[in-house]
């Protein structure tokens, strides 16, 4: 067999069992080491690290060390194109099964619970996306950064980005956060570059135009009405900017309180409490 076959053959049967393919998943956009693994699939390490050699082996991760800690992430770009998509169709093709998504909320928990010091790669990413990312997913990033900055890694985007609205940079301002550092994007600067861990989509024409985001691990849906619409003086399209600046600031509180929901009832579980 020809090398190109013999890899492929390789990567065919290191993703033919489903503790690797949890593996992979939970390798998605955060590097681990053996403890959170552990943690997280309940194996013992030694079976663990045999599927880990088997993913190592067809090129699928690369693993460095830290310390007396051993970590493990996807391939990058160096593995090449065939690779990239076959961990992208992981990423989206189990997005919604339900063991991955509590492997996912697990995750969350060892990287608190095992001693093993967090890389900065392992903060799951979020992409706020909107058509102009002038207004509804500028706000959405600034806000989520002031509440949980040290938990993600925070971005926003726009189908057709356009310049931020006026309006936006002084209700935010309104609330002590200034967003002058921020600026407009083209969805186009990530879309198959870049992987997030959550893609939420803020305005139902993002929502309707980008289908398919193949860089995302979980995608969710949150409507809001565009102020950039709203009509009249200052003072009144101010008005509807404020109203959609609290209602953005509350679904993005009770989301966090949701996450930190799962992850309580997790412990409970592991604990038998």
């Known amino acids: 067999m020809s090398a190109d076959i013999e890899k492929v053959v390789a990567i065919a049967q290191a993703l033919s069992d489903p503790h690797r393919l949890r593996i992979l998943k939970c390798l998605d956009g955060s ?39 051993r970590y493990y992430r996807w391939a990058g770009e160096e593995a090449g194109k065939c690779v990239q998509d076959i961990l992208r169709w992981v990423s989206q093709s189990l997005a919604d099964v339900p063991v991955v998504v509590d492997d996912a909320a697990r995750r969350a928990i060892a990287l608190e619970k095992v001693a093993a010091p967090s890389p900065s790669v392992a903060k799951p990413r979020v992409l706020f996306l909107c058509t102009g990312n002038s207004c ?47 600026r407009p994007k083209s969805v186009m600067e990530f879309l198959g570059r870049e992987h997030f861990g959550y893609l939420i989509t803020v305005c139902a024409n993002a929502e309707a135009q980008c289908p398919i985001f193949p860089g995302a691990s979980f995608r969710l849906y949150w409507p809001f009405e565009d102020p950039a619409e709203a009509k009249g003086t200052l003072e009144e399209r101010l008005t509807k900017f404020r109203e959609v600046r609290d209602q953005i600031e509350q679904r993005i509180l009770a989301w966090l309180r949701g996450q930190e929901s799962r992850a309580i009832t997790h412990i409970h579980r592991k604990e038998g409490t």
């Open 31 to 69: 590097a681990l080491c053996l403890g959170h693994f552990a943690q997280i699939l309940g194996l013992t390490q030694s079976t663990i690290s045999k599927h880990l050699h088997v993913l190592l082996e067809a090129g699928l991760l690369t693993s460095w060390q830290e310390g007396r800690w």
């Open 136 to 182: 509804r997913s500028q706000m959405a990033e600034a806000l989520l950064r002031k509440h949980a900055g040290d938990q993600f890694e925070i971005y926003s985007a726009g189908l057709s980005p356009k310049p931020i609205a006026a309006e936006t940079f002084i209700v935010m301002r309104e609330i002590g956060v200034d967003i002058d550092g921020q």
